[in-house]
């Protein structure tokens, strides 16, 4: 497949050559929460066919964004990582993210997926860093079959895949319930009260989760006229 490029010296030129094709952005952001296999990325991207799907990750390869790896056991099978100049992404995707969180989304479409592990990337990207001075405390969200986990650190969080060891705080939620929060349609609080969610933990972690991951207002485009 020829690489196609815009032809001009500048950074930003340079940087879309390397990640500005369709489904380029979103295997990184599937890559920034830790190595995943062919498959895992074929289940996450839905509509992405298996020969585009290699012919990027082949590409990423060649640009020395991603790299080969194996799982540790039990699993040892091949997967894909990102280097250290792909983990440099991470900024450039989050920023994305806030972008969209305030200009791009608005109701859910009928024909959209929507996987509750992309919470793991979207925790940071609403993250209130002033909110969390203080604070040390360890969430665990439990979306059905997905668990993920936030480690908040003075001010600093780290999120992953995965329970966590020792959490102060469990939340329990289903998919759709969860789906409205991510859409501003609820709050964990309501879905706490409407039997929708469950909580458990320190009771002062708990209270402080509300103000430590908050979705940005929302804003309308500039519609056109003409």
């Known amino acids: 497949m020829e690489q196609r490029t815009y032809n001009q010296y500048c950074a930003t030129a340079r940087t879309l050559d390397l990640v500005g094709d369709r489904w380029t952005l979103l295997l990184i ?56 100049a792909g983990e440099g992404l991470e900024p ?18 009928e024909q959209e997926a929507f996987h509750p592990g992309w919470a793991v990337l979207g925790l940071k990207a609403c993250f209130d860093a002033e909110a969390a001075a203080g604070l040390r405390a360890l969430y665990e969200f439990r979306v059905e079959e997905e668990v993920f986990h936030a480690r908040v650190d003075d ?57 430590l991951f908050r979705l940005p207002a929302p804003r309308t485009r500039p519609a056109r006229t003409s």
Request: no cysteine.
């Open 92 to 109: 450039v995707v989050l920023a994305l993210a806030r972008w969209g969180l305030t200009w791009a989304m608005d109701e859910p479409r």
């Open 155 to 211: 001010g600093a969080v780290e999120t992953v895949h995965g329970p966590a060891q020792h959490p102060d705080v469990v939340i329990t939620i289903g998919r759709e319930a969860f789906r409205d929060l991510a859409a501003s349609r609820s709050t964990l609080a309501e879905a706490i009260n409407g039997g929708a969610a469950s909580a458990s933990g320190d009771q002062q972690a708990l209270r402080r989760l509300h103000h």
């Open 29 to 84: 952001r599937e890559l920034l929460t830790g190595p995943k296999r062919f498959g895992d990325l074929q289940h996450s991207l839905r509509g992405l066919g298996t020969g585009l799907l290699a012919a990027r990750m082949k590409h990423l390869e060649r640009e020395g964004l991603v790299r080969k790896v194996t799982l540790p056991p039990p699993a040892r099978t091949p997967a894909y990582a990102l280097t250290p």
